[in-house]
Structure formats: structure tokens, C-alpha cells
């Protein structure tokens, strides 16, 4: 039989793992309580509250185990089933952990015929992983990910859920991983539209941290 | 607002787009701050329909109507026509915009653009379209991963409410109307109407069965309206330049400024302003510098990912709007047109796409969970050298088995392209069974 039939092999997550934080640690300060209530206050229900809370668990925790997410649940009081649903739901938040910075490289659509697989293969290459995994000092994860609305400048690629980096190169690449290692995260790019190339001579933005111009994307030599 | 005199917006078939003025996207620098807005004429629509006795709320929704203004989210429905089904106000009952920032579609990059160039258009949008409905609180989603542009408009959203723009007693008069950024995760599902309110109520995205439809029972249970961004940076336009002179821009059946996002295989890509009612030629020939590369044109998709692809040889004297795209075998959809040179392989291209809706079904619809599976299955065992000719039609089965048979549209935009492109591809996709290994079966 032809290897393309690969059945779904749907592993059901252990939901009572070995908890990866100590009672200790498991804790809200006081400011991000106070966070937490002003999302609530947002909402008709804290139900609804919850995934601004999953986000602000992350970005303290580096991911979401069960006993993050009960954390979260408890803080709003909801039931800790409702919180674990919306956590597993979502491709943003971690289930589990993640390397220092994960490269969400797009390689839907657009990219695919720009180079998103070409850019995902010379990472592979260059820092000894497959997609999907984490380099053994916990510095890089590869995901390859769908549309991240930014197809005027493909390939691109989004850094652990934060700033986008457009007109991807291999060159591009070489200069982001060495300034990632030396830990300076890429500034937000304001990608100045033709329009304004024309009308205004460049970008709008005065308050931009660093600007673009688009590019003729690259021709992709691989697509999958 | 009177950033630029308005040029000869005429029809998309003649060169008059070449003098066309922008409006959603005006060249003003800074135009993305509250100060710089405000001193370009900005929020002085809303003020209009807040203090002027003529703008009562239905006025307004019969300005948008008049206007002929479409959705702009890819289902291209009248946006007035939507207004006007939310039922009367009941005391006790909140109301409520779903602003739809989610923007998944692939092949588009629209909105993010206003988010982070006029996201005060969007702001005023919403809330003219909140004094239209009376409206207590809109929820302005936006995916997950736009956080930086959350980050910039969550800082203008402050300062619009710390100068009374938003919130309570609105510009001091009686009308009061919030506005929430609701930040997604990561789950395209999101951007389907009804599951956007499953996911800003906090739950599971599954998109619910329709009708009751969002304006009967949408947040909450409350009447909710759901619009998308670009959709609502139109409304200050229509109060400000008059509703007659909205219609007369672009296209007549599908009149307005658009944003075209254009992406893939050509010179300049990005996101350009113009009216709708474009020629796709001169979109491409002349607007975006021509395929790259000095490369034939094969095919384009006029509006992400779940609108059907056409031939370079479909698309003489085709226009974008819904009518001319709907007779040549598309939908104007987004508006984020991909475009693909002569060298583009359509089975490994239509392969990418049904991975795409095979990862993003949320698995709700048996048709839909299991048809995209089987989709992308078969298309890969076609790419790979594995497949039948019998494929293809089982392929195009799968489709009639998957489309109209589900909650939501998720099913039916994994379909059309995978109909359409066999169809308007077969020779390619039968050439490679052709050499696969099991030609004779
Ligand atoms: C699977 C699916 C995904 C969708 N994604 C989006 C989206 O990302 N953004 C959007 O504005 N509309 C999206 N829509 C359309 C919305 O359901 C809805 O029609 C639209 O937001 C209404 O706004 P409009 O009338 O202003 O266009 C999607 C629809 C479906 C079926
Ligand atoms: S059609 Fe697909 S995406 Fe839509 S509800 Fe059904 S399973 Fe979910
Ligand atoms: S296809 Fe890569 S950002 Fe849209």
C-alpha cells in the first residue's frame, strides 16, 4: 500500500501530567491580577475573559501544561474544562515547551509559490532540526504555518507569536538567527505600501521602528 | 474627511483609476494618530450623526443602503440591508458590533493595513455603525497573530477614550457605545461570523447552526451584528461625502473604494486602494508591474483562497465586483488576488490549499472533518505519482458530498477550489496520473 494513506493517530493529550511548575511558582502578582480583572470587566461573563488570560499565562509561563491553565481557570473562577477546551482549541497557545524563539515560517498559498517551503528547508539545514522541532540548546523551534496575512511580502516568517519579518532571503535568515542568538528580537517593520512609495516618497509611519518596501518575490524552488 | 479632492472615480474600464485620490488610505503622514486624524477632518463624521438632528439612526442606515456599500469580509452582502435586520431596542437588552479583524483568508492582507495606517477610520466605522444600530459595545476581533498592530491600536483606542470619542457620553451628548479588542489565537475558523462569537464569548470556536442568525441571537444571546473592518472604514466616508457620491465610485453594482491586495507572482506586490470594478489586467499589467520576471500570466485567484481560480485566458475585460467576476466563474471574495506565472505546478499549488482546510476544519460537520482529509489525501497521492484518473472524479464527488451539507461555508470554500481547479486544470492533474505508477487502473 502506498505510504500517502496515514491514518490519524488522534494520541489523547494526558491531561494530569507531571506538573512542570512547583506550587511555588504557580502564582499571579498582584499586577497581573489587577490585568486579569480589567479583562473581566470587558466582558458580560469571565467566561469570556479567558483568552486574554491564556495569552497573559503564556507570555509569563513560556506555555500552557494543565496546572497553568487551572491557574488561569481558578483566577477567573471558571471551571478549569471550560479554560483546558479554549487552550486546546487554539494553535497559538503551547501545549508544550517551546523553543526560546519559534519560527512560524508561512508556507500557505502565496508563500508557497514565493519560497515559504525554500526558507523552511535552509533553516531545517542550517540550525540541524525538522520542522516542528526544537534545536537541543532550546534556543529555535521551526513551525511551518498558514496564512499570517502578510502575502505581499512573502516568504515571511513571525517570531514566537510577536514581530513579522518580511522579504525573507537566505541572507535574511543568517543576519536573524545571528541577532536572535546575540538576543535582539527583530523590531516591528512597517512595510511601506506602493501607494505611499509614490505619493509620499516612503513610508508614513514617523513613529516606525525600522520600514520596508516591498520586493518581486523570489521564484520557490521547493513546494512541500 | 477633507484630506483630497475627489479626482473622476468613473468606471474600472477606463483609465480613470490612474487619478483616483484615496480615501481609505490617504496619503497623510501619521494619519494612524489621533491628533494627526482629528486634524484632517477626522471624527468629524461621527460628530455629524451624533449632534445633527438630520442623522437620526435610521437615516443612517438608509445612507448605507443608498450608498450600495458590500461587505467586505469575502460574502460581498449589503452592509445597510444587514443593519436594518436588527430587531428594535428593548430595554434591558444589549446590543452589539462583532468587528471582524480576523483576517485569515490566505492571499489576504487587507485589513492589516488599515489597522496600521487609519485604524481611526476603523474606530469611527465602528462607531457611526454603533449610533446607526445603537449599538453598547463593539468587539473589534483581531487575530492572535497581529500583536503588534493590537499593540499600536490598543494605545490609540486610550486616547480616544480619554478624550470622550468613546465610551461614556460620547463628544458629550446622550450616546454611549464602547469598543473591546478581542485578540484571537490562531484559528482561521474564527474569521466564519458565528464562530467569532463562540470565540469572543470565550468558548471553543465552533461556528453554530443558522439561522437564529447574529442579528436575532448573536453575543450573548443579544442582537449582534457582524462586519468586517474594511467594510466599516467605509461608513465615514459615506456620512461625509454623501452616500450618491459612494455609489458613483467604481464599479455600479458593487460601487465603493477597495483595497486589492495583490500577492504571489508579480513585480510589486502589496495592497493597493482603488475603486472596485478594476480590470484584472490592468490590476496586474498596470498596477502591480506586470508578472515577474517578464513571465507569462497562468492563472489568478481574485479574492483568497476559497474563491475559485481562473485561466489567463478567463480573465479579458474582467473586472473586479461581484456581477463580472460571478459571470466569468469566480467571486470578488477579499479582494486579496494571488497571481501565477507560467511556471506555477497547479496540483502541487491546489495541494498546499487543501492542506490548508484540512488543517483549519474545526471538525464539527462529518462532511467537512473528514472530506478535507480525504481531499488532501487524494491530491497529495496524485502530486506524488500514486494516483488514479478514477481520483479526479472521486475528488470531484467529494465535493458534492461536502458543499451545502454543513454548518458553515468552511466546507463549501474547501470545495471550489479543488472543483475548480481540477476542472480548469484537468490535463495537468491527468497528466501526472497519467505517469504515476498506477496509470492503468
Ligand atoms: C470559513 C470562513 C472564514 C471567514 N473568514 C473571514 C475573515 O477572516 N474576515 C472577515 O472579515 N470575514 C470572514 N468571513 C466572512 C464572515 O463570515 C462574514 O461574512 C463577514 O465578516 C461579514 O462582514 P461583511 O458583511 O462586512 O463582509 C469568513 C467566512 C467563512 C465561511
Ligand atoms: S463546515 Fe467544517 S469548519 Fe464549518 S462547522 Fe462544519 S466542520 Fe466546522
Ligand atoms: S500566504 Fe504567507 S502570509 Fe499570506
Redesign the interface.
Known sequence: MSDFIKHPVVSLPDRAPEPVFSKKELVFTEAEKEQIETFRAQYPTPESAVMKTLWLAQEKFGFLPPEVIRLAADTLGIPFSLAYGVATFYTQYYKAQQGKYVLDVCTCFSCQLCGGYDMVRYLEEKLDIREGETTEDGLFTIQGVECLGACGTAPMLQVTNGPYVHNLSREKLDALIDALKAGKKPPFVSVTLPQDEDDLGGNRRSDAEATEVGQTPPAAETFE | MEMALFGDNGSGKTDAWRSYE?VL?P???????FDTYVGHGGYEALRAVLTREEWTPGKVIEATKASGLRGRGGAGFPTGLKWSFMPPVEPGK?RYIACNGD???????K???LM??NPHLVFEGILIAAWAMQIDATYLYV??????WIRHMESELAMLYDKGYAGKRILGTDFSSDI?I???????ICGEETSLLE???????YPRIKPPFPAQKGL?GCPTTVNNVETLACAPLIINRGAEWFAGVGAEKHPGPVLY?????????????YPTGMLITDLIEKVA?GV??GKKLKAIVPGG?SVPVLRADMIEGVTMDAESLREAGSMMGTA?M?V?DE???MV??L???TR?YH??SCGQCTPCREGT?WIE?LV??I??G?GTLRDLDILLELCDQMEGRTVCALADAAAWPVRNTIQRFREEFEAKCRQSIYAVA
Do not use: C
Not at chain 2, 487575530?143 to 503588534?148: C, I, Q, S, T, V
Open positions: 484615496r488610505l496619503p497623510v503622514r501619521d494619519l494612524h494618530r444589549p483576517e485569515s483568508e490566505p492571499g489576504t492582507f485589513d492589516r493595513q496600521e495606517y487575530r492572535g497573530e497581529y500583536a503588534d473591546v478581542h485578540k484571537g489565537a490562531g484559528a482561521y470565540s469572543v464569548e470565550g468558548k471553543r470556536a450573548w491586495g495583490i500577492s504571489g507572482h508579480v513585480e510589486r506586490p502589496g495592497v493597493y486602494e508591474g515577474r520576471g483562497a486579496g494571488l501565477m511556471d506555477t505546478d502541487k499549488f495541494r498546499r490549499v490548508f488543517h483549519e482529509g489525501n497529495t497521492r502530486d506524488e500514486q
